[in-house]
């Protein structure tokens, strides 16, 4: 493979990368005027899929993706893969300009650590071993390993949709993006057996008469759709410059679990790559922790702000005047708006 192709496949990455963060704009932006107007995502409402703003920024997904497809084909992987980091830097850029979502110095600490881990175990990762027939995924899809793990995969997302998401899905993050997250794995694999099948069918060896295929698209069809539901809920319900690194990381974790489960991609490793792999996820829960904690530093702040407005409130209320409480409500609001422009 010629520098030239590893050029076209940079490129494409770095492409993929920026139309990825800005849909997380995109859908933000939609999802926040949806929720004015009817039951949010948040809520079980589904209110977005009439806003223009959240199909465009689908849409922008989707030729992010593309890109990232075709990329693979220009340069290797070890090349494409750790720059997919690059839409966290693009949506928490973007977001703070677009969506006013500041992130103090604990978060973008959280997120460098994400995306220093992330890296590690995405460099040390092994070579995928690329299959040459559906019929040869659908072998890898049933052997024991790889069934366990899909097993554990829907009894887990069926526990924390049944029994953790009524409850605290408003409050802890992991819950949207652990369903998200883990059903995305799969999505990848399927998606790549589909691939696969496309490829061979293009090359001259026609994959569209196996049913394995169709059942591939079936997998895909159905995971893609509950990831981009729970992401929706997700984006509904928290800051931009929290979903998006913690989804990432937990994405590509379970991303590179998936494939080395079914396709044995770390049978060949050497102890040094595992113990980087082993120091990658370390500073990836680092900085999954640290962003929690400036989330959590910043809900404090709030609530601990001077003087709020409902305290004013209730100590006017205890007066017995509606002038006075008429009047505290006028200067709350209008002080603001009295300040001068800066220039």
Request: hydrophobic fraction near 50%; aromatic fraction near 10%.
């Amino acid at each position: 493979m010629g520098s030239s192709d590893n050029t076209v496949g940079l490129a494409l990455a770095v492409a993929s990368s920026a139309f990825v963060g800005g849909s997380f704009i995109l859908k933000k932006l939609g999802l926040m005027r949806a929720g004015k107007l009817g039951v949010s995502a948040g809520g079980g409402g589904y209110t977005y899929l009439l806003e223009p703003l959240w199909w465009a920024g689908l849409i922008t997904m989707l030729l992010g993706e593309v890109a990232n497809c075709v990329a693979y084909v220009f340069a290797p992987a070890v090349l494409v893969t750790p720059l997919g980091a690059l839409s966290i830097i693009v949506s928490s850029v973007l977001a703070h300009f677009v969506l006013k979502e500041h992130l103090n110095k604990l978060g973008v600490l959280g997120c460098i650590s994400c995306i220093v881990g992330s890296v590690v175990v995405v460099l040390h990762a092994p070579e995928e071993n690329m299959p040459n027939s559906v019929e040869e995924i659908w072998d890898l899809a049933t052997q024991p390993a790889f069934l366990a793990y899909a097993l554990t995969t829907f009894v887990l997302v069926a526990t924390l949709v049944v029994f953790f998401e009524p409850r605290y899905g408003q409050k802890n993050i992991l819950i949207y993006l652990g369903i998200c997250s883990t059903m995305g794995s799969l999505t990848v694999v399927s998606i790549k057996a589909v691939g696969v099948a496309i490829k061979l069918t293009l090359d001259g060896t026609n994959q569209l008469f196996y049913p394995h295929t169709w059942l591939f698209v079936l997998v895909t069809v159905i995971c893609g759709v509950s990831q981009l539901n729970y992401l929706n809920k997700a984006l509904d319900t928290f800051d931009l410059a929290i979903v998006s690194p913690v989804y990432y990381v937990l994405f590509t974790t379970l991303t590179i679990v998936a494939n080395g489960i079914m396709f044995k991609d770390g049978a060949d490793q050497s102890l040094s790559s595992i113990a980087s792999e082993c120091c990658g996820l370390i500073t990836i829960l680092t900085g999954t922790i640290l962003l929690h904690a400036a989330k959590e530093k910043k809900a404090a702040s709030h609530a601990a702000s001077p003087w709020p407005l409902d305290r004013g409130i209730s100590w006017y209320i205890s007066l017995g005047s509606e002038n006075l409480l008429r009047n505290v409500e006028d200067d709350y609001f209008a002080a603001p708006q009295s300040s001068p422009t800066p220039v």
